[in-house]
């Protein structure tokens, strides 16, 4: 009997000496209600994983809404939620969060799975008009703010973004890999069916510029044949002789509709509106809601660009 006991005992041992980090796992999910907790840097990307991972997924968003990107500073309430995450989703494109915080957050849990959600992604680069080179950058800080980081606003990149968010659940949580694939099969039908509205709805509109605070649309723009023109210059506010052009610019182009976000100052934009006699619109390039925001983004700009 003590033999058994014994032998026993050193299988335990044994077994959590091979599988740290399973055992770990394990306790985390049961103290999340049995679900895989993941991680995602902005809100667009926790709509991708709640529509792959269901009901098996919970997840701890690091930029709150009403938040932006740019800015914004995580608080020791994340940190000690994300102690407890299995997987973190970036977004992989040069977002300023992630540049700054990337290496802080992976410290605090180095057992996470990490997804890459650009990856596969071509970025594009901003205009020249979209960006004005501080002089006094290093040459990687002028790389990263010269690629635009806004991918998951064009649903050609989301669908690739799905695809990873699936991979990354699957190695995490194989068990569930018919459950994950299904629901990615069903959401990537879904975007397909939104592409193909907004192509037909956008195809006949003869006016294709727009104008807005920050330039978050540039993705958006290149799949739909549309010329984004940013009222920010370097994610500053715009400079006297630049707001003359801008406004000459826009009444020779007919445009009445300055878009601005929640996320940004509407100064400028209201200024502008009042010298061509037009509106401010608001749109949100990180509402949580990635389809239902992408066809209301598209509503608007068919309404502004008639």
Known sequence: MH????I?????????LMLPGTITACKADRNNGGKLLAAVSILPQASLIKA??????EVVVMVPPGASPHTYEVTPTQMSRLAKARLYAKVGAPVEFELVWMDKLLAVNKKMQVID???????????????HENETETESEHEHHGLDPHIWLSLRNVKIMTQNICDGLIQTDPDNKIYYENNRDSYLAELDKLDKDLKADLAN???????????????????????????????KEP????MVRLIKKAKELAIKVIFVSPQYSTRSAEILAKEIGGE????????????????????ALKQAMR
């Open 3 to 6: 033999s058994i006991r014994a």
């Open 8 to 16: 026993y005992l050193l299988a335990v041992v044994l077994l959590s």
């Open 52 to 57: 792959v991972g269901g009901d098996r997924v």
């Open 117 to 131: 959600c650009a990856q596969g992604i071509e970025l594009m680069a901003m205009t020249e008009e979209d960006h």
């Open 205 to 235: 509109i003869t006016n294709r510029n727009f104008i807005v605070v920050h330039p978050s649309f540039g993705y958006f723009a290149r799949d739909y044949n549309l010329t984004q023109i940013a009222l920010e210059q370097g994610g």
């Open 239 to 242: 400079e006297a002789d630049y």
């Open 280 to 299: 401010v619109v608001q749109i949100d390039p990180l509402a949580e809601d990635l389809v239902n925001n992408i066809k209301s983004i598209g509503a």
